[in-house]
């Protein structure tokens, strides 16, 4: 499953800086799908062994080694402060490069990349004063077809109160 998008992947990395602008990778948590702008993506793996860091948030599963490099995995329905979901041959992780921070996204299901006119991007509603759960990882909203998607803001999901970092 992780290979077909893999492909397509280095396929858009290859593009230019500009091609890439408004390429969203798009997954499935529950019944909702998100998306990630493609710049941020590095690689899409299959689950594998993670290795558990003992006293971390709930949210960080562990440890994954990707050809030698120890890397941080997330799940990010549980940092949604959703309950967790099993792991399944179709649940995959999005390895992101944030400002030079390598973390992966544990994620349901790949649903694929789409092409975004940024001026169709919606600002997300603002319901409170005070954001919580996945609101506040949320930069915008975009339809597409019948269906809206949740625009990520890596930086946002990844940063809390300490850095993430096991360095």
């Known amino acids: 499953m992780a290979e077909e998008f893999q492909d397509e992947l280095e396929e858009l990395h290859e593009m230019e800086e500009d091609a890439q602008k408004g390429m969203f990778m798009t997954f499935r948590i529950g019944d909702e799908c998100y ?8 690689e899409i793996i299959g689950t594998q062994a993670i290795t558990a860091v003992p006293e971390v948030e709930d ?10 490099k ?3 995995v ?7 402060k959703q309950d967790p979901f099993e792991y399944t041959d179709r649940t995959c992780i999005i390895v992101i490069d944030v400002k030079g921070t390598m973390v992966g996204l544990i994620v349901e299901q790949i649903a694929g990349v789409i092409s975004i006119d940024e001026k169709n991007i919606i600002p997300p509603p603002s319901l ?7 609101d ?21 999901l990844i940063r809390d109160e300490e850095p993430l970092s096991f360095e």
């Open 35 to 42: 998306g990630i702008a493609i710049n941020y993506v590095n």
């Open 59 to 68: 949210y960080i599963k562990g440890l994954i080694n990707i050809r030698g």
């Open 70 to 72: 120890i890397i941080p």
């Open 74 to 80: 997330i799940d990010v329905k549980v940092r949604f």
């Open 128 to 134: 409170n004063q005070s954001s919580y759960g996945k």
């Open 136 to 156: 506040k990882y949320v930069f915008g909203l975009i339809r597409v077809e019948d269906e809206v998607k949740l625009l990520l803001d890596p930086e946002k």
